[in-house]
Nanobody, 121 residues
Framework: VQLQASGGGLVQPGASLRLSCAASGRSYGALNAMGWYRQAPGKGREMVAGINNGGTKTTAAFGRGRFTISRDSAKNTVDLQMNNLKPEDTAVYYC???????????????RGQGTQVTVSS
């Protein structure tokens, strides 16, 4: 499975970005959950948001009210709408996917290469 993330960039505080991720190369079974995690320089990985085929979602506390995850299961894509971005949101954002329905994105089996998000004035 290949996961291709896009949509990162350099924005000012308060701006919005929409990250997108597409999964390909899956010839059997299903990717029942997809999500995002991030890693800032010098810090560990941090779960951002996850969603499964049942429609259940989870969003990290820092993202609630600002970040919204959505998914097109038929197309194996997942998006992350990020509003009111803050400098502390600066990180590389990674897309991940799994065959299970769990929402712990950090343990997902498949991971992409990430897209850089920089929030700075």
């Amino acid at each position: 499975v290949q996961l291709q993330a896009s949509g990162g960039g350099l924005v000012q505080p308060g701006a919005s970005l929409r990250l997108s991720c597409a999964a390909s190369g899956r010839s059997y079974g299903a990717l029942n959950a997809m999500g995002w995690y991030r890693q800032a320089p010098g810090k560990g990985r941090e779960m951002v948001a996850g969603i499964n085929n049942g429609g259940t979602k989870t969003t990290a506390a820092f993202g609630r009210g600002r970040f919204t995850i959505s998914r097109d299961s038929a197309k194996n894509t997942v998006d992350l709408q990020m509003n009111n971005l803050k400098p502390e949101d600066t990180a590389v954002y990674y897309c991940a996917a799994d065959e299970g329905y769990g929402l712990d994105v950090l343990v997902y089996k498949f991971r992409g290469q990430g897209t850089q998000v920089t929030v700075s004035s």
